[in-house]
C-alpha cells in the first residue's frame, strides 16, 4: 500500500489523481483509493486540509493530484450583495461551510439551511458539484478561488 505524508509546494507532473469529497480532504489520516485504483494511506499533518489541484508525494516518490468529487450542494445565485452577505453570514453563524464565488454561492445541502436561506427571500437550488469552501481567517492560507 502507498503512504502519503508531504503535500507538494512546487508544481509538477502527477503520475495520477485522488478524487475525494469535501468531508475526506478534510481528514488527516484516511484509506483511499487512487482513481487508477491504488490502495493507498493518507497520513498528513494534523489539521491538512486537502484542496483541488494540490500534490501529494508519497515515500516511494508517485506525485498525486487531488481532484474535489461532486458531490450534493445548494447553490443559490444572488446579484444583491447585501442579501447574499446576509445569507452567507447566517450560514456561518451556523458554523456551514460555505463556497463563495462573484454572485453565487454553495453549502453541502441540508434541507434546514435551505429553508432558512429561502426565508431571507432566496432560491435555493440542488446540484451535484465539486464544493471547496472558504478556510476561514486563520485556516488554510493557499486557498485560493480560480
Known amino acids: 500500500m502507498m503512504r502519503f505524508f508531504k503535500k507538494l509546494t512546487a508544481p509538477q507532473e502527477s503520475a495520477t489523481t485522488l478524487t475525494l469529497p469535501w468531508e475526506q480532504r478534510n481528514k488527516s489520516r484516511l484509506m483511499v483509493r487512487l482513481d487508477n485504483g491504488m490502495r493507498a494511506g493518507l497520513f498528513m499533518e494534523r489539521g491538512s486540509v486537502l484542496r483541488e489541484d494540490d500534490l501529494l508525494l508519497s515515500e516511494e516518490g508517485l506525485v498525486v493530484r487531488i481532484r474535489a468529487a461532486a458531490e450534493t450542494v445548494s447553490t443559490v445565485v444572488c446579484d444583491n450583495a447585501l442579501l447574499m ?17 462573484e454572485n453565487r454561492f454553495q ?14 427571500g432566496l432560491e435555493v437550488r440542488i446540484e451535484q458539484a465539486p464544493f471547496e469552501p472558504e478556510s476561514g481567517a486563520y485556516g488554510n492560507h493557499g486557498h485560493h478561488h480560480g
Open 107 to 120: 453549502y453541502p445541502h441540508d434541507h434546514v439551511l435551505d429553508d432558512m436561506v429561502k426565508r431571507l
Open 85 to 101: 452577505a446576509r445569507a452567507c453570514y447566517h450560514l456561518g453563524n451556523r458554523h456551514a461551510p460555505v463556497q463563495i464565488m
